[in-house]
């Protein structure tokens, strides 16, 4: 038998095989309630079988609260609870908000510490969420937190994260034979790092499964679960229903091959890929529990053959748009609603903005140098926005650390934060200058600019040139034009 368990960090050991309890949402939905209790009784059934290992969030409707009874009851035996924290970014936010998010975490779980607190950022080009992990990262030095995650983040900021001394030791992202953003980039971030990744949506809300071989399409809005309605969004841009039956036939080949299921060949391919740490697989408690099978991931070994046949079949796919987690960020919404309605209405402004007379206003975001200095991050004149030179600095904080492309991202995130509190977006920008302490550091640095700008090219001069104020590496102006 294979082994069930992995080391998540030093005092950490997890099973591969995490049970997600997203479902009890969407069981909860349409004002339905749960019998907490008994919901509670029948993760019981998962402990008895190994499978200790239990994931959440604040907003998953009752499982933080099930969650907490089964941990206090007799027979809960050692579980281990991981919960995230959505913070609202419509809400005034602040340190108290933070302690007030994981204290409320703690009171549902009925917990003195949580395992694992993962963290979801909204909008990069608002620096509020690095506020956050901050003080996340204080709360975990106080003993409220054990260790900290991260959810959906991509590999830029993830690198960022650990680059800037926040200790996390997880990434939870979508990552299944539909997904393989998670494969790229990502993966060598963790490897680099030595984070673990938590991989969800490996079963695509079940469409990888024998349920849908040789089953006839159904459009998103006769999905039965919120599950399959997102994950029936990743499908049509994959490949579509003619795509997944193909891939389903393959894998029916293998799992024959095997004696398992088409789950079991889905889910044992994304648990054998670097930086994997563990697989979330969902469960509807009382209703929907495939534990026997489940398990049955533990008692065969895919073939480096097999791998192969799948990689070459996926490879067949059309990527997903973007990077992890950019289904929650920007178009195309790949969400259940096929939009942010269920989270939010607006991402509101990054940066404060002040009216300067007509047509004209400055968007501040608060470092020491504009104060000194005496300028705005950046001033709207018009449909002109032009953008000061802007170095990695937040509050009083440096971001980055020493690494160059690390430094890049924030520049590039602040400029487009600056950028959005005025009305524009990243695709206005025009022109872009890059200053840099050491011209070796050229090509990580562009790189970065050509990550965020591949799409858009702007007008584009680099120049070397010693920077004032140690350890940056890297300073960037912008003027972008408002397009009606």
């Not at 994931?55 to 809960?76: P, R, V, W």
Request: proline share 4%; glycine share 10%; with cysteine.
């Amino acid at each position: 038998m294979q082994e069930r368990y992995t080391q998540l960090a030093p005092d950490l050991k997890i099973s591969r095989l995490l049970t997600g309890l997203w479902q009890i949402a969407d069981m909860e939905r349409d004002g339905q309630s749960l019998d907490l209790e008994q919901a509670a009784q029948y993760m019981e059934e998962y402990t008895d079988k190994g499978l200790v290992t239990f994931d959440m969030a604040d907003h998953y409707g009752s499982a933080e609260l099930i969650a907490g009874i089964f941990g206090k009851t007799a027979a809960g035996g050692p579980a281990q609870f991981f919960t995230k924290w959505v913070p609202d970014v419509q809400a005034k936010r602040g340190k108290e908000t933070v302690r007030k998010a994981i204290e409320l975490s703690l009171q549902r779980l009925q917990q003195d510490q949580l395992d694992l607190l993962q963290y979801h950022a909204w909008n990069y080009a608002d620096p509020a969420w690095l506020d956050d992990l901050f003080w996340l990262q204080e709360l975990k030095e106080e003993g409220l937190i054990r260790h900290l995650g991260l959810t959906n983040f991509d590999a830029a900021h993830l690198n960022m994260v650990l680059e800037s001394g926040i200790e996390v030791i997880s990434n939870q992202v979508s990552y299944s034979l539909l997904d393989q953003r998670a494969s790229g980039g990502l993966s060598a971030v963790c490897q680099k790092h030595g984070v673990h990744l938590l991989a969800y949506g490996t079963l695509a809300g079940g469409l990888l499964s024998d349920k849908w071989l040789g089953r006839p399409e159904r459009p998103v809005d006769q999905m039965d679960t919120w599950s399959q309605m997102k994950y029936k969004r990743f499908l049509d841009i994959a490949g579509g229903w003619t795509a997944l039956q193909e891939l389903l036939q393959a894998l029916r080949s293998i799992a024959d091959e095997h004696g398992v299921s088409i789950a079991n060949v889905a889910t044992k391919y994304i648990m054998e890929q670097h930086a994997v740490g563990g697989v979330i697989v969902g469960a509807r408690l009382g209703q929907s529990k495939h534990i026997k099978d489940n398990l049955k991931l533990f008692d065969f070994t895919i073939s480096a053959a097999n791998l192969q046949s799948i990689k070459e079949i996926i490879q067949g796919f059309q990527p997903i748009p973007g990077d992890c987690g950019d289904e929650y960020r920007k178009p195309p919404f790949l969400t259940a609603a096929g939009d942010l309605s269920h989270h939010l209405t607006h991402f509101p402004p990054p940066y404060p903005v002040k009216s300067q007379g007509p047509g004209r206003a400055q968007a501040l975001s608060g470092t020491i140098w504009e104060d000194l200095a005496g300028f705005s991050r950046a001033i709207k004149q018009g449909d002109r926005i032009l953008v000061s030179g802007t170095t990695a600095t937040h509050g009083d904080k440096m971001i980055g650390g020493n690494d160059p492309a690390a430094q890049a991202h924030f520049v590039l995130d602040k400029i487009e934060g600056a950028i959005q509190s005025l009305g524009g977006k990243l695709e206005d920008v025009v022109r872009t200058r890059v200053y840099i302490q050491n011209m070796d550091d050229w090509e990580p640095i562009s790189r970065a600019h050509g990550q965020r700008f591949a799409h858009i090219q702007p007008a584009n001069t680099l120049i070397r040139a010693d920077l004032i104020g140690d350890g940056y590496l890297v300073e960037m102006e912008a003027e972008a034009v408002i397009r009606g």
